[in-house]
């Protein structure tokens, strides 16, 4: 092996909440402020992974793991008539990727990426849903 890092990473998060405007007047504004306004969102992200060349450089192989708790996750939804951004309640995601980049010669490269993320609501309050 000619390089390698072993990582592991644990970090906490957020993004700011907020408020969507249209054009529009004063009253209507009022009427749709309760639907448009968003709160914070914070995500506690664990990651374990890899990066490493071989082979005086011909070959590289990297692979990273993750599992990420969000709590007041920032869902675009649609209403039927426009979208919105909600805050979701609580999402889980997890998996792994990989990938990597073979050259076999000077001139010829050839890479690969593979993924794994399923991810999950374990809370949506009040989630919207449209006609099927």
Do not use: K
């Not at 968003?38 to 450089?57: H, K, M, P, Y």
């Not at 997890?94 to 050839?110: C, N, Q, R």
């Amino acid at each position: 092996m000619d390089l390698s890092l072993l990582f592991h990473l644990d970090q906490q998060l957020a993004r700011v909440g907020g408020v969507i405007f249209f054009m529009m007047g004063y009253e209507m504004l009022q009427a749709h402020l309760s639907r448009t306004q968003f709160d914070d969102e914070t995500a506690t992200d664990f990651e374990v992974g890899f990066r490493s060349t071989w082979l005086e450089r011909m070959l590289t192989l990297n692979a990273t793991t993750f599992y990420t708790l969000y709590d007041g996750f920032q869902a675009q939804a649609f209403d039927g008539s426009s979208f919105s951004v909600t805050n979701a309640g609580s999402l889980r995601s997890w998996g792994a990727e990989a990938d990597g980049l073979v050259a076999p010669h000077p001139s010829v490269f050839i890479g690969f990426g593979l993924g794994y993320n399923p991810t999950e609501y374990s809370d949506f309050p009040n989630s919207p849903c449209t006609a099927s």
